[in-house]
Each structure stands twice: as structure tokens, then as C-alpha cells.
């Protein structure tokens, strides 16, 4: 069975542009997270959604940050402008559903780097 | 506070022994997970182990095995015969159920983690 699928695995920008990361879940799951990894914070959850709808945005650092899901097997997270300090690794999760006791699966992750 | 304490930034142990990493929780929710995830160099997120809050029992799968003290609120991670490939970032986690009233939400929180070295 494939897992969580991320595209691109690497992203190189220049500061004030675009930029789009796409997650796969793994097929039936329902829940869909998004996390970022840096040294200086750890992993921190960005947004969170469940069925599609997203449930808690409350981790996304500004409005510069926005993560969509428009079905079942996909979903975006979108940073526009970019700046050197969104500099890090972004991973997509997902879970059968939001219960306590459901495993969270993590794609590779996508390493972004703004210069 | 902090919701996940892993107090050891590195752990070092000799290829074949047995290592344990710590880690402790803090959370007012009766229903919870506790989940264990390894991520080597190469940077991928791997899930080893869980242990749900009304589990009796401690978990296992292979040479993993998780020592679970509800009444401490610890939950370490216990990896027998160590193998170089063990080297490798480790991170608990901990899902708790959320609010009674409204949606579960199953947010997994995250330790600092532990680098753990194998040698041969």
C-alpha cells in the first residue's frame, strides 16, 4: 500500500515567491495534518483537517500561510510571499480519524529553502 | 508547561545492548495515545510504537517495547539488541481526545526527542 505522498520532496525559492506543497493521504484515512520541523521549534502542527474540513488553523504562523483541502486525497499547504524564515521541513500526516489512539502515518516531507 | 519532556538530548549505546529513552507527559485527559516515531538522517518520520492510556499492558512490536507508569505519567521507549541502524533521532508523542463537546481532535504532540548512537 502507498503511504503519504509528497510533492516536491525539495524546494528551492527566492524570497517573495509562491510557493505549493501537496500531500497524498493514504487512501480511507480521514484526518490530514500538516507539520513543520525546525531545530529551533521542534515539529509544530500547522492545521489540521478532518474530512476535509480543517478543524484547527491555529498553528499557521500568519496569513502569509494557507493549506487547503479540496478532496479526500489531496491537499495543499500554500506560502505566499515566501521568506528565508519559512525555511524548513514541511510533513504531511494523515490518520485513519481524529481518535486518541489512531497512528498519525508521515509522508517524506518536502525540505524548502527560501533565499 | 511542556506536554511531552524527553529530558535526554543523546543517548549513546553499544551495538547488541539494551537502551532506554525517557520520556514523560502531562496531560488532564483520561483518554489518550502515546505514540513513539524514529527519524533517521535520511529524515523521515517513522512510526515504531503506541500505547493507548487504557492499556493494561506494556506494548511491544519486535525489539521495541514501550515501559508504560500511568500514575508517573511515563512512557519510555525500550529498544533491545541494539543494531547500528538504530542510530537515529527519537521522538514521543503524545494524542490526547480533545474536548468532550465538539469535534475530537486528535492533536499529536511532539517532544524535543533524543539522538541515539549505536556503536559497534
Known amino acids: 500500500d502507498a503511504g503519504v505522498i509528497q510533492s516536491p520532496r525539495h524546494e528551492v525559492t527566492e524570497m517573495g515567491q509562491e510557493v505549493t506543497l501537496r500531500c497524498k493521504p493514504i487512501?480511507?484515512?480521514?484526518?490530514l495534518f500538516w507539520y513543520r520541523q525546525t531545530m529551533m521549534r521542534g515539529l509544530e502542527l500547522l492545521i489540521y483537517?478532518?474530512?476535509?474540513?480543517?478543524?484547527?488553523d491555529s498553528g499557521m504562523p500568519e496569513d502569509r500561510f494557507s493549506a487547503k483541502m479540496p478532496n479526500a486525497s489531496f491537499s495543499t499547504l500554500k506560502i505566499q510571499p515566501s521568506e528565508p524564515r519559512d525555511s524548513a521541513v514541511y510533513f504531511c500526516?494523515?490518520?485513519?480519524?481524529?481518535?486518541?489512539?489512531?497512528?498519525?502515518?508521515f509522508g517524506p516531507g518536502t525540505r524548502l529553502t527560501v533565499l | 508547561a511542556q506536554k511531552i519532556t524527553q529530558t535526554q538530548p543523546g543517548m549513546f549505546v553499544q551495538e547488541k545492548e539494551a537502551v532506554t529513552l525517557d520520556c514523560t507527559y502531562d496531560?488532564?485527559?483520561?483518554?489518550?495515545?502515546l505514540f513513539w516515531y524514529k527519524q533517521p538522517s535520511s529524515g523521515e518520520m517513522i512510526f515504531l510504537i503506541y500505547?493507548?492510556?487504557?492499556?493494561?499492558q506494556n506494548a511491544t512490536e519486535g525489539r521495541y517495547s514501550l515501559n508504560f507508569q500511568k500514575a508517573r505519567k511515563s512512557a519510555n521507549l525500550v529498544i533491545s539488541a541494539s543494531q547500528l541502524g538504530d542510530s537515529a533521532m527519537y521522538f514521543c508523542a503524545m494524542r490526547e481526545a480533545g474536548n468532550a463537546g465538539g469535534t475530537s481532535y486528535g492533536k499529536l504532540t511532539f517532544g524535543q526527542g533524543t539522538i541515539l548512537t549505536v556503536h559497534p
Open positions: 496531560t488532564s485527559d483520561q483518554s489518550y495515545g
Open positions: 500505547q493507548g492510556s487504557y492499556d493494561e
Open positions: 500526516a494523515s490518520s485513519l480519524s481524529s481518535l486518541a489512539g489512531d497512528t498519525q502515518y
Open positions: 483537517f478532518n474530512n476535509n474540513v480543517p478543524i484547527d
Open positions: 487512501s480511507g484515512h480521514n484526518s
